[in-house]
T-cell receptor, first 115, second 113 residues
Framework: GAVVSQHPSWVICKSGTSVKIECRSL??????MFWYRQFPKQSLMLMAT?????????EQGVEKDKFLINHASLTLSTLTVTSAHPEDSSFYIC???????????FGPGTRLTVL | AQSVTQLGSHVSVSEGALVLLRCNYS??????LFWYVQYPNQGLQLLLK??????LVKGINGFEAEFKKSETSFHLTKPSAHMSDAAEYFC???????????FGGGTRVLVKP
């Protein structure tokens, strides 16, 4: 099956700094990728849809200026958490749909801890 | 708006016993339905999916699920639980292939020896 990677797998940063998370489709191209956030013991909540070559589509309540998404190529989407605060600490997961497969492939996730 | 409901945030079963995880969706159009499993600090692994055709779907690790349109349900079962089945399970739905997923709240499965 298709593989999606994320980097880094975990990151610890100081409050006020920015953190970039990468999501790559390793063996297939993805014009669309999805970014989810998962707080401890909770479900996944969609943050935004990343579109290659165009602006991301954000879900209601997600600050687009805080969570910057760039989908510059068919295999890479990045999520930058700007001016991170402790409440942004979470598990961030990306996914990409496979071609004609009705299935989405998930990355392993990135654990962000903001001190 | 589409929603997915998982009844029971925690399920405890004995090793060898039946595992039953409930999932109901709300949608005027039958969606594509999925069950995923998540182990601690890991991403999601697909167990099985329903798109069209046969309503009884078999997945990996001995899991299966049945799509019942009349009940708007997609419950997940496994005849005999194994210790390795202890994990978090998520039911998800989407209106179309490649579209964003709506997740249920998740059910944590504990397997007792």
């Amino acid at each position: 099956g298709a593989v999606v990677s994320q980097h880094p797998s975990w990151v610890i940063c100081k409050s006020g700094t920015s953190v970039k998370i990468e999501c790559r489709s390793l063996d297939f191209q993805a014009t669309t990728m999805f970014w989810y956030r998962q707080f401890p013991k909770q479900s996944l909540m969609l943050m935004a849809t990343s579109n290659e070559g165009s602006k991301a589509t954000y879900e209601q309540g997600v600050e687009k200026d805080k969570f910057l998404i760039n989908h510059a190529s068919l295999t890479l989407s990045t999520l930058t958490v700007t001016s991170a605060h402790p409440e942004d600490s979470s598990f961030y997961i990306c996914s990409a749909p496979g071609l004609g497969d009705n299935e989405q492939f998930f990355g392993p996730g990135t654990r962000l801890t903001v001190l | 708006a589409q929603s997915v409901t998982q009844l029971g945030s925690h399920v405890s079963v004995s090793e060898g016993a039946l595992v039953l995880l409930r999932c109901n969706y709300s949608s005027s159009v039958p969606p594509y339905l999925f069950w995923y499993v998540q182990y601690p600090n890991q991403g999601l692994q697909l167990l099985l999916k329903y798109t069209t055709g046969a309503t009884l779907v078999k997945g990996i690790n001995g899991f299966e699920a049945e799509f019942k349109k009349s009940e708007t349900s997609f419950h997940l079962t496994k005849p005999s639980a194994h210790m390795s089945d202890a994990a978090e399970y998520f039911c998800a739905a989407t209106k179309a292939a490649g579209n964003k997923l709506t997740f249920g709240g998740g059910t944590r499965v504990l397997v007792k020896p």
